[in-house]
């Protein structure tokens, strides 16, 4: 009984330690293609993760109050204090709405229209067009400005949509 009370606080670890030994043992098992795909992953990771931090994509917006993305952003938020919003991506331009105050049930119904950007104002880019699966979409405005907008998701709906959508020099 002793040692079962005095072991007790270390059954966690063991248990821990005997998971990770055993992915060590996967790991080390794999065949050549596993191996040389997961390096390939993990190149692709830190190469996307350079991306984002050399061009600012970890920020929520390009970070100038005075242009359009920032000026958006402040009204934007003046609208709504809940933290999500619904995102719509029609040919005519982009569509938010958000529930009008903080609610936790059925918010869904509550969603309301905040902000219409046309297409003249705006579009939604992925910025890597494709070649990373992510979570981040751009609203980019038409003065160069962009904010961030991150899916729940990998690859939604939003990020098909703007990989079908032609092309344009914004």
């Given at each position: ?34 191996k040389e ?74 969603m309301q ?58």
């Open positions: 009984m002793i040692a079962t009370v005095l072991g007790a606080p270390f059954i966690p670890l063991v248990m821990l330690l005997s998971l990770l030994a055993e992915e060590a043992v996967k790991r080390f098992l794999d065949t050549k293609e596993v795909r997961r390096r390939a992953k993990k190149e692709d990771e830190k190469r996307r993760d350079a991306i984002i931090t050399g061009q600012g994509l970890d920020k929520v917006f390009d970070g100038d109050w005075h242009g359009a993305a920032g000026q958006f952003l402040l009204r934007w938020y003046g609208h709504s204090t809940h933290p999500q919003r619904l995102l719509l991506a029609t040919p005519d331009g982009i569509v938010l709405a958000a529930p009008p105050k903080r609610v936790s049930v059925g918010r869904e119904k509550h229209v905040v902000a219409r950007l046309s297409a003249d104002e705006a579009t939604l880019v992925d910025p890597f067009s494709g070649e990373f699966e992510t979570r981040m979409l751009l609203i980019r405005f038409r003065d160069g400005s962009w904010l961030r907008v991150d899916t729940e998701e990998l690859r939604s709906e939003l990020h098909m949509y703007v990989l079908r959508q032609p092309s344009s020099d914004n």
